[in-house]
């Protein structure tokens, strides 16, 4: 029974020591990488850093209780970051204490939902998020991510939420630009690039082992954070102008619930959902893609629950909105973490930092911490991605474009939203008029197949045509079209045979579709027949009485139906052009 | 190239005498029709009567210019009149100068929406209106329009959109209800249902021919409207309190476009998309009825031009939203109207009654009018359809059901864009989970069916599955989700078949889930192969290199996958349990 309610349970009755020192070291690895990256996208929220301490904490302890994925390191992510930036920063000051009171609303709001989502087996809702939409959203957002970080570089203040207005910010803003800021910037910009590119190769060249060399070069923020904090802090850059980290407090997180003000929840809700679905989904591929390399599965109703729990408890202990992180989880996976132990491990690793080590952090310039974002951000841009999409499918191409446009001219909301609502309608678009073909028979087999594609036998009074979509309300009308010119165009046809084999469903409105079609068909002298039709589809047409007044009949084949219809034809196609050997090949299975 | 900008000219030139006749008698007919309800279908709309008269002229000649039905009968309706009350309602007080102005943008901007649709070639828009959805907004919309219009029978003043609102208005008002206006409105309405429902049987039990019957009952309206004002005038019951129409100016319509107002516009084009979409519907099935019983077809591109014609007209001769009446365009069908002609003839008829016969309707009770709206329409509402719809799909009875909820107990947009929503939501919920089915090879045939439902043989280390849904982003995952189970379930398999011959499309979020499921397969040491692909989704797999990645091969047909994938079973299948008799039945037709 606790281990259904806490999932977590599981992996704890078989721990031993051994998976103890996996987890261990993963967790020692994954805290180094965490501390600068939780300070910076906290920088990004717009929230003092601290806040991006406090949501490494409980949070990761929530996602162990509940969660699915044995790698998923759980955390403050850059997209979801800016998502937070966006929705807080349309009702509050940065700043202000209301700024970050909304943040943990966000936290709470969304972590509700993703319970209520979990409970109720919502996961399905983040397949709305196609695939082309999601790589257009996170490639414009580490776009927009990384342009908004340009003002740390420079050291200037500058504000917006879409490019317009960043970009006119930091034009205005350039002629302040802090020389020794940029310097700094470029510096740690330059090392960090070098590090991911070219660093290891270096490494290895020196001698360094394959394993010690990715590790160092892990450790590249790391080292950047380290030589320009010592830097500032020996020349004392602070009072030359460098916009540092400053003063952290010392601690654990405060726990409390967030004010609660139910107009400002019922104004972050959109947000919160948007968030709660975009986190999960990039939570749920990460974590998928790790647990297929060991031949685990992921549940998403659990990830929902383990994601929900997280977030809950960003919410209460002074944290904003975690989800599961890609890099991250990629080095977890890679260091060894073999359980949910991991995470707990590394909570606490965060934990021991908010106590003693946020004096060090004092010096750190933020300059180096909008350097680290963009180096990360960066990775995550695709823009081959638009080729590629374009080459398969131009709907899908359309449904990308739109989402990257209007995250960059509007922001990540309009984007998520217009991305969606785009596919959705090009999907309904498409199936609104779907694929038909007039059918005739190929000589000597007993498939038919469009008469402009093949070579096939047709008969002078019987029509046949295949529909290649469901029937719904979307194309219902275009079936009745077609049925009706072809009709008008051969006055000496006296059936009409609907092939179904691709009609998944029926719904009402198509129903109402094919009764009118019956009928019309029936007042002009020509029989209505459905040949094909699925299981599924027959035992819900036997529940209404449309067949009972159908003026022809329902066969099972489509030969069948030939066969019956015009037997002739049928006889002459099925032995017609046969030559005797090719039946003699079929048996036996050559 | 005029036949192609004016279609009416077509017609034009075969006009006879013969034609002339018709059409003039059948605008006759709908000419006494449609006097009293253009007057109270613009009192339903909270608009002066003129308004009605207003919008029953020069919307004919548009629609007579350019639509393509030779009987639909456009003017004031029910429904859109309704609409018209909600969407202005909130934008302006009825009887003020905004609100009349407000009408008139309405109907410019709707008309301006459907010539905007008609030239984009944009009538699919409105196959997102269920027919479920349709039936549930017609009938809601019916009840609404009754209860509304009980405060002129009782004589009281009360206002409100959505049922919660009337009925609370209607009880505090009852008190002051006024006796004489009760009885004069209880009085019409039993006179309206008796010649509704046994007026002809008593005709014909007189010794009336059929088509007199039918011509007097059609006339009910017409009498009541006669008699009441007659009873009215005489005993002088205006000073007694029974509230009339009252002097109506007469003349022809002021022709003037309405003021150009920014705020107001946008404000409105919600609401006039709803209407444009709500009243072509409406429209184009009346007369795509109508063209069917005559064998003429209906163009939904021309409709759209001629209806949107009709509201420009209607927007710059004071007029209000117009479509295409239900009962009056029978009611011209079966009178004889054979050209768009008669439509012209009936707003000669109008333009007559506006210059001459106002001052007739002074004493016209408005209780009359409430009482020939609700009789026309109660016959709109179908709550049976409610109970068939729940026989047929579950789907679908929600979408009416929550439509017919909406709208009464929040209006009438909240309920088709509820309808809309909920069924384009739904229709991704079922397709987001596909009927998928393990299938094996039916005994001498070369079928292959569920391994469920028929007695198949499959193969040892193959297995086929076949999917019954296009392939897109809302139910890749769970395609994914099905083969890594099926896989984990049958550990021996070492070739996957996948059979698509009712997957339609492929999408960018399918083909990724697909590439997933070949390198994990692939990984595990299965191969991963697909069978009958439709034509258009090879063309389109072939433009990437997916195929070039396959472990496995596509195969024409799922026979042609299992010889060559198990050679033997297939043999055996193929020959196995086949009595020699059945072959032979085949081959003769029989």
């Not at 162990?64 to 998502?83: C, D, E, I, Q, Y």
């Not at 402009?452 to 046949?464: C, G, I, M």
């Not at 006296?494 to 719904?507: E, G, K, Q, R, W």
């Amino acid at each position: 029974m606790i281990e259904r309610l806490l999932p977590g349970v599981a992996w704890m009755r078989r721990y031993d020591r051994e998976s103890l020192r996996s987890d261990g070291l993963a967790a020692l690895i994954v805290t180094i990488m965490l501390i600068p990256q939780s300070l910076a996208y906290a920088l990004l929220a717009g929230l003092p850093p601290q806040v991006g301490l406090y949501a490494s904490m409980l949070p990761l302890l929530g996602y162990a209780l509940f969660g699915s994925s044995n790698a998923l390191a759980v955390g403050p992510v850059a997209v979801v970051s800016l998502m937070t930036a966006a929705a807080v920063g349309k009702l509050a000051s940065v700043g202000s204490p209301e700024y970050l009171g909304a943040a943990l609303a966000l936290a709470l709001l969304s972590g509700g939902l993703l319970l209520a989502m979990g409970l109720l087996r919502l996961g399905f809702l983040a397949n709305l998020l196609s695939h082309p939409v999601i790589s257009g959203f996170i490639t414009a957002s580490g776009l927009l991510i990384a342009i908004s970080q340009l003002k740390h570089l420079l050291g200037v203040e500058a504000g917006g939420h879409a490019l317009p207005e960043i970009l006119a910010a930091l034009v205005a803003a350039a002629p302040e630009t802090n020389p020794i800021t940029l310097a700094i910037g470029l510096g740690a910009l330059g090392f960090l690039f070098w590090v991911r590119h070219a660093f290891k190769a270096w490494l290895t060249r020196l001698g360094c082992g394959p394993r010690t060399a990715d590790a160092l070069a892990k450790a590249g923020p790391v080292m950047a954070v380290a030589v320009t904090t010592l830097v500032v802090a020996a020349f004392d850059l602070a009072s030359a102008g460098v916009s540092v980290v400053g003063a952290i407090p010392q601690g654990l997180p405060p726990i409390a619930l967030p004010p609660f003000d139910g107009e400002l929840w019922a104004a972050l809700l959109p947000s919160a959902l948007l968030i709660s679905v975009v986190g999960f989904v990039e939570s749920v591929s990460v974590a998928q893609t790790l647990a297929a390399k060991r031949r685990e599965r992921i549940d998403p109703n659990r990830e929902l629950l383990g994601l929900g729990a997280a977030n809950l408890a960003a919410g209460v202990s002074g944290g904003y909105p975690v989800t599961g992180g890609f890099a991250r989880s990629v080095v977890n996976f890679d260091a060894g973490a073999r359980t949910p132990m991991a995470g707990v491990l590394t909570a606490v690793g965060i934990g021991l930092t908010a106590l003693f080590l946020t004096p060090l952090f004092h010096a750190l310039p933020k300059a180096t911490l909008a350097a680290t974002i963009i180096v990360a951000v960066l990775s995550l841009v695709d823009l081959g991605a638009l080729r590629r999409t374009w080459r398969y499918a131009k709907t899908d191409f359309a449904a990308m474009a739109a989402t990257i446009v209007m995250v960059l001219a509007v922001g990540v909301e309009a984007g998520i939203v217009t991305g969606v609502a785009l596919s959705v309608a090009l999907f309904l678009w498409r199936s609104a008029r779907p694929h038909m073909a007039v059918v005739g028979q190929v000589p000597a087999t007993q498939h038919f197949r469009n008469v402009l594609r093949h070579e096939v036998v047709t008969s002078a009074h019987v029509l046949s045509l295949r529909v290649d979509e469901s029937l719904y309300f979307a194309n219902a009308r275009s079936l009745e079209d077609r049925v009706y010119t072809l009709i008008a165009e051969h006055p000496r046809v006296t059936d009409l045979v609907l092939m179904c084999p691709a009609v998944n469903a029926i719904d009402a409105s198509a129903l109402e579709s094919l009764e009118a079609i019956n009928q019309r068909l029936a007042a002009g002298g020509v029989r209505f027949h459905l040949s094909e039709i699925k299981g599924p589809v027959m035992d819900r047409l036997e529940r209404v009485d449309f067949l009972a007044h159908l003026s022809g009949q329902v066969f099972l084949s489509q030969h069948d139906a030939m066969r019956v219809l015009d037997p002739v034809a049928t006889l002459r196609a099925d032995i017609g052009s046969r030559p005797p050997q090719s039946s003699a090949t079929l048996r036996t299975g050559a």
